[in-house]
């Protein structure tokens, strides 16, 4: 693992750092958009006072924190980079191949460099089945690392293509607590809320710190979820985005597209349908949450 000087020193001080993913950029915003992406995230975790360490593997080499010169690489068009998500780590390193990690792959190893914070955009989840078939026996791995790596991750819960429900019901099941940051109600991504409502709510970044120091003492293994709704002024609005959903879900289905290409088919459907609107969405949330998850990291090394 390659660690840059300036991330290793925050870790070694105890200082605040922010792991952020790189699946986002490489596979769930377009080229060119994404290189500014990757630049005013990693500023505004800065602007909050911590330290930002974007996570990718680049010829079999697993990098936290990259260079703008690594960032270019993994943000150009022909990229070619991997979507890579936990279970896809040791082939990718052992193959020497490039790849950007999912929210699974990225806490995997967060987790074994000493970060504690993750900020990102939706979490991932449980697929609703295809047309025909009871169960689509598509459930993310985030879902499962998240069970097992202590970390906090900073999302604006899960897209609304996924069965929240059931999303919901497996985080309980793995013990991971689901915190709303002056929400009550599961975020629903593009749209503020959801109409599953959360068990407990965090009204700071403190509280959130302390939830989640109070739940590791508690010898669990699992990891936090603080769920942050999209700002107000960047939601989408409801018709739109129902339009779009029906039509994602229906191109999906049509071309029999399946397991990791899911999500980012829809997310191209999104904002190459919606004019501008999901995009410009989808990178409001992203820069809400990895702020507040750098007032979180800042939060637990004052505690
Ligand atoms: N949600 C988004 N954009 C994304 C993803 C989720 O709005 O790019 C990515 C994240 O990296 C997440 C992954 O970990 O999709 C989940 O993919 P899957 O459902 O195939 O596990
Ligand atoms: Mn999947």
Redesign the pocket.
Known sequence: MRITDEVAAALADGGPVVAL?S??LA???PPGRNREVATEVEGAVRAAGAIPATIAVLDGQIHVGLTDAQLDRLCAADSGFA?L?ARDLGPAIALSRDG???????ATIAHAAGIRVFG??????V?LPAAGESLSW?V???LDVLSGTPVTVVCSG??SVLDIGATIEVLETRSVPVLGYRTDFFPA?YRRESRFPLSWRVESPAEAAAVATAHRAQGLRSGVLLANPIPADAEMPSELHDRLLAEGMAKVAEGGVR??D???ML?EHFHTSSGGVSLDA?VALVLSNVTLAAQVAVALCTN
């Open positions: 993913e699946t986002l596979h769930g915003l979507k998500s950007a990690t999912t929210i699974a792959g990225t990102t955009g939706g979490f991932g989840g697929h598509d993310s791995a985030d899960v897209k991504f397991g990791g899911v999500t980012p997310l989808n």
